[in-house]
């Protein structure tokens, strides 16, 4: 388990990380989630012990992660691995040694029969094995990811860490390295932290996720309570203000969740209060395969108390956005 209490870190006069706590639990996919400078990297570098921190506690597996306690430092960092979003691969090796450089780090062999059958077992694994002497440069940009994710493997690591691995790669492309991960977490058992912008990434494979701004978390939750129901902040981020809402009337947002989402609630509604309504604002998401919906209805300001009763009786999660 990965621990962080009251964290901050500063560069100089400038405050990047602000209080942070937050909980990984083994075999999780947790995602850190923010714009551009929001300290997401920072954050996950404190925990692999690549950057100090000034205050609060960093701790893995009840372990604190002590920048000068050197040889436990390298422990730690041995049970981790990263791949960065520009893959790190040297372009003088091959995708064997590529994959064993770490393995020739810790002093270890890396042509024995028992070497062998661990790093070719990982190129298989990332679906590389016709590659596995070709060089960086013969390979695409989700090839190299593959490699970079089997290299970040070669040590076991229990956690593999993510700092914006498929923001380099196109929608197509990164549906297959997040399926990679995924396949990597439950056959491994190895936890993931995936750091991202990209609200797609978080979506597909996460089961939580930390929403930081300006070194702040903000929330945190499972997706699609995040992004079904976002803090304010959350929805500038998603580009969701309710600016094109219409302003007569009042307009209601629905959430519809796993249980709810099959029903024709709103149909219903229309036929049993005999009212007219129309909608505003619409969208359907789909969060690690089930399908998640909001919606925005405006009604006449009269019919307001009869369509939240309604809500209310059949279990519609609702909230009135105006008025
Ligand atoms: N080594 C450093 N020295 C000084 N300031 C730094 C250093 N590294 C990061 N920062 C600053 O810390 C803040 C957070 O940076 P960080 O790289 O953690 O953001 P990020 O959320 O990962 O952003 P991005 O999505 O662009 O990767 C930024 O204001 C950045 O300029
Ligand atoms: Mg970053």
Not at 39 to 49: A, E, P
Not at 122 to 130: C, K, P, Q, T, Y
Not at 152 to 162: G, N, Q, R, T, Y
Request: glycine residues 6%; contains cysteine.
């Amino acid at each position: 388990m990965i621990k962080l209490e009251n964290v901050s870190k500063s560069f100089g006069d400038l405050e990047v990380l602000k209080d942070i706590s937050l909980q990984i639990n083994d075999h999780e996919i947790y995602g850190i989630i923010g714009q551009s400078g929001a300290g997401k990297s920072t954050l996950l570098r404190c925990i692999n012990g690549l950057e100090d921190y000034q205050s609060g506690t960093i701790s893995v597996d009840d372990v604190t992660v002590d920048l000068k306690d050197k040889k436990k430092l390298h422990l730690l960092q041995k049970e981790m691995g990263m791949i960065f979003q520009n893959f790190n691969l040297l372009e003088r090796l091959d995708v064997y040694d590529n994959v064993a450089l770490p393995m020739k780090f810790w002093g270890m062999k890396t042509k024995t029969p028992e070497a062998k059958k661990k790093i070719e077992g990982l190129i298989e694994l990332v679906g590389l094995s016709d590659k596995i002497h070709a060089r960086p440069r013969e390979l695409s940009g989700g090839q190299k990811q593959r490699v970079a994710i089997a290299r970040a493997l070669v040590l076991d690591p229990k956690i593999l860490l993510c700092d914006e691995a498929t923001s380099a790669l196109d929608p197509a492309i990164t549906r297959g390295i997040l399926d990679l991960l995924s396949k990597i977490n439950k056959q491994m058992g190895i936890t993931i932290i995936v750091v991202t912008h990209q609200m797609e990434v978080v979506k597909q494979i996460c089961e939580r996720v930390a929403f930081i701004k300006g070194g702040r978390v903000l929330q945190i939750g499972k997706p699609e309570e995040l992004f079904i129901r976002p803090a304010k902040d959350i929805k500038a981020f998603l580009h969701e203000d309710s600016e094109l809402l219409p302003s007569e009337g009042v307009n209601i947002q629905l959430f519809f969740t796993d249980e709810s989402a099959d029903e024709p609630v709103i149909s219903q509604m229309a036929r049993k209060l005999n009212i007219d309504f129309s909608i505003s604002w619409a969208k359907l998401e789909d969060f690690r395969s089930n399908v998640y919906g909001s919606l925005v209805i405006n009604v006449k300001e009269e019919d307001k108390d009869k369509v939240t009763a309604y809500l209310d009786s059949v279990k519609v999660l609702w909230e009135v956005l105006n008025g």
